[in-house]
Antibody
Framework: EVQLVESGGGLVQPGGSLRLSCAAS????????MHWVRQAPGKGLESVAG????????FYGNFVKGRFIISRDNSKNTLYLQMGSLRDDDMGVYYC???????????WGQGTLVTVSS | DVVVTQSPLSLPVTLGQPASISCRSS???????????LSWFQQRPGQSPRRLIY???NRDSGVPDRFSGSGSGTDFTLKISRVEAEDVGVYYC?????????FGQGTKVEIK
């Protein structure tokens, strides 16, 4: 069974940093492009970042502007998102998402909540 | 970014009746490999999104056959042939042909 379990969310002050992790199991992690997608409270879905199977290529939503870094450790079956210079509008649930071979997200984690507040 | 526009944003439906959601993109979603990367997701209250349809019309495993997707180019539709109580939630279309992926605003389906 495919499982994606996020962790690392929490309360952070504006301008602060946070590192999210996503532990993957039930599939060959190194064979899938992986993504982070977020959802602000009561709002829709927004792509944050994606990373190629070997980590050599990364891509980010335009709003990231150098503040976040996506990475992966295929030996640990884990995806990461290092977030810095956090702002109020970064608040929301961050989902770890597997990109299927069919080119769209087929499995989503349960999400981890990021709250930015002083 | 490619803009994806859904309508309606709210859809009250009578149980057993059909429902239809429209999704339009600002650019063609036909990728260089010839595939059209348009997907549909269902998000029930308090849950993560679940994919229903990929590449316009392919239903995911376990998705009831009352759900169907159609369309081409920039114009797509999700249809529910007979709405059931478990279909309540927010439905999103998503384009995966251009980075970043972009999602429609969501359509809230509720029972009248």
């Amino acid at each position: 069974e495919v499982q994606l379990v996020e962790s690392g969310g929490g309360l952070v002050q504006p301008g602060g940093s946070l590192r999210l992790s996503c532990a993957a199991s039930g599939f060959i992690f190194s064979r899938h492009v992986m993504h982070w997608v977020r959802q602000a409270p009561g709002k829709g879905l927004e792509s944050v970042a994606g990373i190629s199977t070997d980590g050599g290529d990364t891509f980010y939503g335009n709003f990231v502007k150098g503040r976040f870094i996506i990475s992966r450790d295929n030996s640990k079956n884990t995806l990461y998102l290092q977030m810095g210079s956090l702002r109020d509008d970064d608040m929301g649930v961050y989902y770890c998402v597997r990109e299927a071979m069919t080119g769209s997200p087929d499995y989503w984690g349960q999400g981890t909540l990021v709250t930015v507040s002083s | 970014d490619v803009v994806v526009t859904q309508s309606p944003l709210s859809l009250p439906v009578t149980l057993g009746q059909p429902a239809s959601i429209s999704c339009r993109s600002s650019q063609s979603l036909v990728y260089s490999d010839g595939n059209t990367y348009l997907s549909w997701f269902q998000q029930r209250p308090g849950q993560s999104p679940r994919r229903l349809i990929y590449k316009v019309s392919n239903r995911d495993s376990g998705v009831p056959d009352r759900f169907s997707g159609s369309g081409s180019g920039t114009d797509f539709t999700l249809k529910i042939s007979r709405v059931e109580a478990e279909d309540v939630g927010v439905y999103y279309c998503m384009q995966g042909a251009h980075w970043p992926w972009t999602f429609g605003q969501g359509t809230k389906v509720e029972i009248k």
